[in-house]
C-alpha cells in the first residue's frame, strides 16, 4: 500500500518483491528482482518515514526498507482505491459473503469480530509486542453484546486451542469453521474482520489493516 501509493503521487513507476498478495489479490506489479538502487532505510516503530508524504521533492530511483506500518491521516481519502486494490477474486468473494450471510441469517444478527495476537509475541522483548489479555476483550464484549441484534462472534488467533476456551459463553466461530474455503487461514480471518459490524484489533497491522479495508 506504502509503494502503490507512493508511485501514484509522484508519477513513478513501483517494483517489488515476490508476495503472497499476488496471486490473492491479482495484482501484477513489476518485480524487484535484480534492480540494484541505492537503499534508504527506515526504522520501524517510528514516524520516520511520515515525513515522505510531507516533501514537496520526494526521492525516487531509491530501494526503500523499513516496516512502513504508521498509517498517515493523508491515505484516509484514498481507502476505497486501497479496498479496490486489495481484493479477492470473485468467487473467493462469494465464498466469504455467503459464510457470512449464513452466520448471520442473512444480516439479521450483527458480527462482531476480535483479534488475538500470540505465537511470536510470546517470545518477543519489544514493548510493542505484549499479549493483550483476553479478559479485556470479554469484559468490552458483555458490556456491548445486550445492545446487539442477536449477535454472533467470530475470533481470529494463531493459538485456537488455547484462546478460544475463554470466550466459551459467546459461542464463538473461528477460521476453522471456513475451512472448505480454498484460502489460508490467516486470509480466511483477515477477510472476516472486513466484513465484520464490530471489530475489536489489537497492536497488531493485521487486524488494523482490516479495518482500513473493510466497507
Known sequence: AFMKLYALRHDARMAVPDWQG??????????????????????GFSEQEQEL????NPPVEVDFEGYFQEI???????????RTLFELSAPDRHALDAWRSEATGNGRRTLVAVHLRRTDY????LPWFRIVPEEWYVD???????????PVLFVATEEPDKVLPHFAEFSPKSATD???LALPAHVRAFEIHRR????AI???SFSRMAAILAP
Open 22 to 43: 499476488r496471486k490473492l489479490f491479482g495484482l501484477e506489479d513489476p518485480d524487484s528482482a535484480g534492480i540494484e538502487l541505492p537503499r534508504l532505510a527506515f526504522e
Open 53 to 56: 508524504w510531507l516533501n514537496p
Open 72 to 82: 498517515p491521516s493523508c491515505w484516509r481519502r484514498h481507502r476505497q482505491l486501497l
Open 122 to 125: 510470546r517470545v518477543s522483548v
Open 140 to 150: 468490552w464484549l458483555r458490556k456491548i453484546w445486550p445492545t446487539l441484534a442477536d
Open 178 to 180: 471456513l475451512a472448505g
Open 196 to 199: 465484520a459490524d464490530y471489530l
Open 202 to 204: 489489537c497492536n497488531s
